[in-house]
């Protein structure tokens, strides 16, 4: 069956390093791809998405690449700060299919001061 | 902004009651989801509504039932609480409509934490 799933379970970076946290996914129809954020205690929240006619979005320090090729998503977040510590998830979704999103088991990133 | 919002935040009941998780969003969203979070198992879909009235099971149904009477109230059911259904339930919305992908993108509440003695 279809499955996203993340490298490292765990990341620790020092506060204004760059952070990446990885994704890879099965399903090769997938073509819509979303990262959430969820702080303690909270739901998860919306942070970027990408298309799969693309291979790289940029927001607000943060950078989404798409590798179609072998499947991988990598979330980059740049001058990492304190508020940054979270659990990051990856989604896939292909129209093509039930449309729903599917999850990866999430990363959990903490920042060294 | 979207804002999904579900009833409480903490719960806590006993074994064999019937509880109720309500979450209710307020842009018009067609889609519906309630999810399950629990440690080292991710998000577990449970059911969602793409409509009125309308129910679809999701990846892990059996214990639970939804209600959507109105467009913008989703409701979880636990008919009968057991202990293995303590857990964080997340509700979720999307805008639906169409094929564009990105009307799948969810909007998530800040969730129930149920814990059933």
């Known amino acids: 069956g279809e499955s996203v799933g993340l490298h490292l379970p765990t990341l620790s970076v020092q506060e204004g390093d760059n952070s990446i946290i990885n994704c890879a996914y099965s399903n090769s129809a997938s073509d819509y791809f979303i990262w959430y954020k969820q702080e303690s205690g909270k739901g998860p929240q919306f942070i970027i998405d990408?298309?799969?006619?693309?291979d790289k979005r940029q927001g607000q320090r943060v950078t989404v690449l798409l590798n179609k090729t072998v499947k991988h998503l990598s979330l980059q977040i740049a001058a990492t700060q304190p508020g940054d510590s979270a659990v990051y998830f990856c989604a896939d979704l292909s129209v093509q299919g039930a449309q729903k999103l599917v999850f990866g088991q999430g990363t959990r990133l903490t920042i060294n001061p | 902004d979207v804002k999904v919002t579900q009833s409480s935040r903490y719960l806590v009941k006993r074994t064999g009651e019937k509880v109720f998780l309500e979450c209710v969003q307020d842009m018009d969203h067609e889609n519906m989801f309630w999810y399950r979070q629990d440690p080292g198992l991710g998000l577990r879909l449970i059911y969602f509504?793409?409509?009125?009235?309308?129910?679809e099971k999701g990846d892990i149904p059996e214990g639970y039932s939804v209600s959507r009477e109105k467009k913008e109230r989703f409701s979880l059911i636990l008919e009968s609480a057991s202990t293995n259904q303590t857990s964080m339930y997340l509700c979720?919305?999307?805008?639906?409509?169409?094929?564009?992908?990105?009307?799948?993108?969810?909007?998530f509440g800040s969730g129930t934490q149920l814990s059933v003695l």
């Open positions: 979720a919305s999307s805008r639906g409509q169409g094929t564009d992908a990105t009307n799948e993108k969810l909007f």
């Open positions: 990408i298309r799969s006619n693309m």
């Open positions: 509504s793409y409509d009125v009235k309308m129910k």
